[in-house]
């Protein structure tokens, strides 16, 4: 009886921790997008409203917070690049002061990315800046914020490219600098993993947020203490 029981309680959680690969993931992206449920910009949207939800609700001292936060986005090449600046707008739009440093050029992002990257370098209060400009930035003054890493997700192939790593480096000195008000927030995988693999290093992360299920490197980052969040993107 007892066998019966552990083993359908192994076939739930199987059922309810459902991984998806990254090649399954773009699968269900793409249809529903083909069957005209949604467009990629609105998963875009949703993905970083998502994002900054989950910022808010891990850390709502942020929220709170007298002066306002601050935000340092890494923005990549892809659409991993485009829900960073989804969330540079929401978070400018709260208030936050907010830059985003972009790996690579506008013109050259994807579509649903590149229509971010320029709603987001139109907002009022934006500094949309390039990559180059993140070892000058003086966030020193801001004793509270975040760093995002939308350097790369699931199109990631290894190895990390210099220059994103050495982004990722200047972010971790902009943390180091007030460790106890910034974190360090990774949009889908921490940059420099790939997806569907666990990771040979875990980096330093605060929060790792995804979207719609878990892909096969985030068990193993839990694993390894790293808060690991799923945002329904309605997919
Ligand atoms: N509708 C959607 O597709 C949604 C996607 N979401 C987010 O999109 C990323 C996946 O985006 P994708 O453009 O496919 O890839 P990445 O942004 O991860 O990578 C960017 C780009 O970088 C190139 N690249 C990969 N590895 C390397 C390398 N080692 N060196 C140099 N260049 C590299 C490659 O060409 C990639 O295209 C996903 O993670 C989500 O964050 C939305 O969240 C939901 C809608
Ligand atoms: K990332």
Redesign the pocket.
């Known amino acids: 009886m007892w066998r019966i029981i552990a083993a359908k309680r192994k076939q739930f959680e199987g059922i309810m921790a459902e991984i998806l690969t990254?090649a399954q993931?773009?699968a269900v992206?793409?249809a529903a997008?083909e069957a005209g449920r949604v467009?990629?910009?609105a998963?875009?949207e949703?993905?970083?409203a998502g994002v900054v939800a989950a910022i808010l609700e891990t850390w709502p001292a942020l929220a709170a917070a007298a002066a306002p936060p601050c935000a340092v986005v890494l923005c990549?090449?892809?659409?991993?690049?485009?829900?960073g600046f989804v969330v540079a707008r929401r978070l400018a739009a709260r208030g936050w002061r907010v830059a985003t440093y972009l790996l690579?050029t506008p013109e050259r992002l994807?579509p649903?990315?590149r229509t971010n990257a320029e709603a987001w370098s139109a907002a009022p209060t934006a500094h949309a800046l390039p990559a180059a400009a993140l070892a000058a930035g003086d966030w020193t003054e801001c004793r509270a914020g975040v760093v995002i890493d939308?350097?790369?997700?699931?199109?990631?192939?290894?190895?990390?490219?210099a220059a994103?790593a050495q982004m990722l480096a200047t972010a971790g000195q902009i943390v180091a600098a007030h460790p106890e008000g910034w974190k360090r927030v990774a949009?889908?995988?921490p940059?420099g993993l790939a997806?569907d693999a666990p990771p040979q290093v875990v980096p330093a992360c605060d929060l790792v947020v995804?979207?719609?299920l878990e892909k096969p490197v985030h068990p193993s980052l839990r694993a390894a203490g790293l808060a690991v969040t799923t945002v329904d993107?309605g997919l």
Do not use: C, K, Q, V
């Open positions: 990254s993931m773009r992206e793409r997008i467009s990629g910009l998963l875009m949703r993905a970083g990549g090449p892809g659409n991993n690049g485009g829900d690579g994807p649903d990315a939308a350097l790369y997700g699931l199109g990631f192939r290894p190895p990390l490219p994103a949009i889908d995988i940059s997806a995804t979207f719609h993107i």
